[in-house]
């Protein structure tokens, strides 16, 4: 994993700066502190402070999560498939909920480390760096958010469209359910474990750990609700 920031820099001291710096702590050497500085800098986001700007990201999951729900709705109408799509739809807003109190609850404690660190390094006589700084991508995390959250509503869609709305459905229809259920269940798994490797990379320095954590959140839920959603409705109707 290679990044502006960690060039040269072993990966134990990586995760000693990456942890102090989402903790909110100050670290007592002064190279560990520039260090942290420009780690806090980064997930800053090019150094912009959390003020009116820091919420934007965190509102906008919660934005895109009810979107989707309108989308369902709009999709399912008054059907059979509507408690499928209610119940991803509210699932997928906890984990929204969940994404802006991670980020804004960092936000917090990366300016507190910030401001701690850069005050030892004037202690020390030390210049703090406010230069840009980049972190290693982290595509782990990035499918942990995406995949099972595409994934699920593309089934939905392909759920509503090839079944219509009978309420008897016949039972090929129900084993398209089943492997759509199936599907979402597998795509859970993939996404819960991307979503730990993220967690790993980020732990060492890259980007992504918001994402990361969110996302195997989101999996494990999602993952949960088609196991549950088709043992349901292959109960109910077979």
């Known amino acids: ?12 001291r990586r995760r000693r700066v990456v942890l102090a710096v989402r903790r909110g702590e100050t670290l007592p050497d002064a190279e560990d ?4 500085v420009r780690y806090a800098t980064a997930l800053r986001r090019s ?5 009116w700007l820091a919420p934007t990201p965190a509102a906008a999951s919660v934005v895109v999560i009810l979107l989707f729900w309108l989308a369902v709705h709009l ?10 799509g209610v ?3 509210v699932a997928l807003v906890c984990v929204a909920v969940l994404d802006a109190f991670t980020r804004l609850s960092l936000l917090r404690r990366v300016d507190t480390s910030a401001r701690a660190n850069a005050a030892l390094l004037h202690a020390f006589g030390r210049p703090v760096s406010e230069d840009r700084e980049s972190l290693p991508w982290n595509p782990p995390a ?4 995406l995949i099972p959250v595409v994934t699920t509503l593309v089934l939905l869609i392909a759920i509503v469209v090839l079944t219509g709305d009978e309420t008897s459905p016949p039972h090929w229809q129900l084993l398209l359910f089943a492997l759509a259920g199936a599907i979402g269940a597998a795509t859970g798994l993939v996404g819960v474990r991307m979503g730990l490797a993220g967690r790993r990379l980020a732990d060492a ?8 954590t969110v996302g195997t959140v989101a999996a494990a839920t999602l993952g949960v609700f088609w196991v549950l959603e088709v043992a349901v409705v292959l109960a109910w109707n077979w």
Not at 3 to 11: A, I, Q, R, Y
Not at 47 to 51: D, K, N
């Open 1 to 12: 994993m290679t990044g502006d920031l960690w060039n040269g820099v072993e990966l134990e």
């Open 33 to 36: 502190a520039a260090l942290a």
């Open 47 to 51: 150094g912009r402070s959390s003020t």
């Open 75 to 84: 999709l399912t109408a008054p059907s059979w498939h509507r408690p499928a």
């Open 87 to 89: 119940a991803a739809s």
């Open 142 to 145: 990035l499918g942990a958010a």
């Open 205 to 212: 320095g890259a980007r992504g750990r918001r994402a990361a």
